[in-house]
C-alpha cells in the first residue's frame, strides 16, 4: 500500500508506492522519453527485482495534479552471497568487510541495474530545483518506512547523473551530501549518414577493422538467434547459468538477478526486449539483451561460456552484433553502460563521466565517508582507444 500525501514547503506534494497497479493512470504521460520509468518497465522490478532489492515508486503532484516521477531502490547487502569474486587482494577483503558492517542497508533514487539519469522525470509545470527538493524529502520519508521495519538506512544515494544534470542538487539543498564519480558510461553515437553496417567497418582504422575480421572469423561455427518467450523459458536453467557465471567474476556487485527476470522482461516488454542466443552445435553458449528505449538502444545483461568465449572471441562479436543492429533500425546512440571499458572502447564507444550524490546516515561515519567511498570504489585502469579514421 502506499502512504498518504506527504504536504511539502515547496508547491509539490508527494505519494510513495510499492505496487504498479496502485500507479496514477497518466504515470506513462510523465515517462514517454524514458522507458524505465514507464509502468511496463516498473511492473518487471515489481515482479522479478533481485532479492535483496526493495523497490519504490514516487509520484509528485502539484495542485493535485501528477507533475514528476521518480524511482527508489533500497539494498540489503547482507543478503548477497557476493560482491564480486574476480578480485582477490587485501583491498577487496577490507571493502567486504566495510560494505557488510557500515554500509550494507543503501537507499538509491535511481536505477542500480541500468547506467544513467533513470531516477526521475518532472513535466515543465514544476521546476527541476522544487522537484530535487521533493525528492530529497521523498528520500528521508522512505528512510522512515524502512526504519519502522527494522532496516536502517545506513547511505542514501542519488544516481547516475552527468555533470550538466548534478548541478542543480546543490541549490536544491543538497550541500550536506558529498559528490563522487563512478565509472563511466560507455556511450556510442551513430552518425546519421551510417545506414549499414558496411558504414561501420569502412569507417574503422587499418587496425580495427583487421581486428573486426579477425572476430568474425573465429566466430565461425557460431549461430544466432533471435529467442522468443518460448525459447527462452526452455533455455532458462542455461541462461541463468551463463549469466550468473559473468557476473560473479565481476569487480563488484550489489545484487544478483533472479532466475525469471529475463522471462519477465520478454513477458512485459514484448519486441521493445530482444535476447540473443548464440549457439555452438545446437547448444546454448552465450547470450546478450538489449532494451529499446525510444531513439536509444540501452545493452543489457549477458552470459557466455568462458572457454568458448576466449577460443571465438564470442564477448566482442556480441559488442559487433548490437552495433550492426542499431545501426541498421536507425538508432541514435547505444548505451553500453560501464563494464569492459577497454574493449567497448576498441568498437568505438566513448566515456561519459558519471556523478551521484551520498550521505551516510551515522554523522561522524559521513565525515570521512567520501575518502572512505573513493577508496572502496574499484579501480580499473584502461586506455580509450579510437578505431576510427
Excluded at 522479478?48 to 539494498?75: D, R, W, Y
Excluded at 548505451?335 to 574493449?343: D, Q, Y
Excluded at 572512505?372 to 574499484?378: A, D, G, N, S, V
Amino acid at each position: 500500500m502506499w502512504s498518504d500525501f506527504f504536504y511539502l514547503k515547496t508547491p509539490l506534494s508527494i505519494k510513495i508506492y510499492s505496487s504498479v497497479s496502485e500507479l496514477p493512470e497518466n504515470w506513462n504521460g510523465m515517462t514517454l522519453a524514458n522507458i524505465f520509468l514507464s509502468k511496463e518497465y516498473l511492473a518487471i522490478l515489481e515482479k522479478s527485482a533481485p532479492t535483496n532489492m526493495t523497490c519504490h515508486f514516487i509520484g509528485l503532484f502539484k495542485e493535485g495534479k501528477l507533475a514528476g516521477v521518480a524511482l527508489s531502490q533500497f539494498l540489503d547487502l547482507n543478503k548477497m552471497e557476493s560482491f564480486g569474486e574476480r578480485d582477490k587482494c587485501l583491498k577487496t577483503a577490507v571493502r567486504n568487510v566495510v560494505f557488510k558492517n557500515f554500509c550494507s542497508h543503501i537507499l538509491i533514487i535511481g536505477n542500480n541495474m541500468l547506467t544513467g539519469q533513470n531516477a526521475f522525470a518532472f513535466s515543465d509545470k514544476i521546476d527541476k530545483i522544487q522537484g530535487l527538493q521533493a525528492l530529497k524529502i521523498a528520500s528521508e520519508k522512505l528512510e522512515t518506512i524502512f526504519k519502522k521495519k527494522g532496516l536502517k538506512a545506513h547511505v542514501t544515494t542519488f544516481k547516475d547523473f552527468a555533470m550538466e544534470e548534478s548541478a542543480g542538487f546543490k541549490q536544491a539543498g543538497y550541500q550536506n551530501y558529498f559528490q563522487y564519480s563512478t565509472q563511466p558510461n560507455m556511450l556510442f553515437t551513430i552518425p546519421s549518414h551510417w545506414k549499414s553496417e558496411q558504414d561501420y567497418i569502412n569507417a574503422l582504422t587499418k587496425k580495427y577493422r583487421d581486428q573486426y575480421k579477425r572476430a568474425r572469423k573465429k566466430a565461425e561455427g557460431i549461430e544466432k538467434r533471435k529467442m522468443h518467450l518460448e525459447d527462452i523459458i526452455k533455455h532458462e536453467d542455461t541462461i541463468y547459468d551463463l549469466y550468473h557465471h559473468v557476473a560473479k567474476n565481476a569487480h563488484f556487485n550489489t545484487f544478483f538477478l533472479t532466475k525469471h527476470h529475463f522471462r519477465t522482461f520478454k513477458e512485459k516488454l514484448k519486441d521493445k526486449f530482444l535476447f540473443y542466443g548464440y549457439f555452438l552445435d545446437e547448444k546454448l553458449i552465450g547470450f546478450n539483451t538489449l532494451i529499446k528505449n525510444g531513439e536509444v538502444m540501452d545493452t543489457y545483461f549477458l552470459g557466455y561460456d568462458e572457454s568458448v568465449q576466449r577460443e571465438k572471441m564470442l564477448y566482442l562479436n556480441m559488442l559487433y552484433d548490437m552495433v550492426a543492429y542499431s545501426i541498421n533500425k536507425g538508432f541514435k546512440e547505444i548505451i553500453f553502460a560501464r563494464t569492459a571499458l577497454e574493449i567497448k572502447s576498441s568498437i568505438g564507444a566513448k566515456p561519459q563521466e558519471m556523478f551521484g550524490l551520498g550521505q551516510h546516515s551515522n554523522t561522524f561515519i559521513d565525515l570521512a565517508f567520501e575518502k572512505i567511498f573513493c577508496y572502496l570504489e574499484p579501480t580499473v585502469v584502461w586506455q580509450e582507444r579510437n578505431p576510427f579514421r
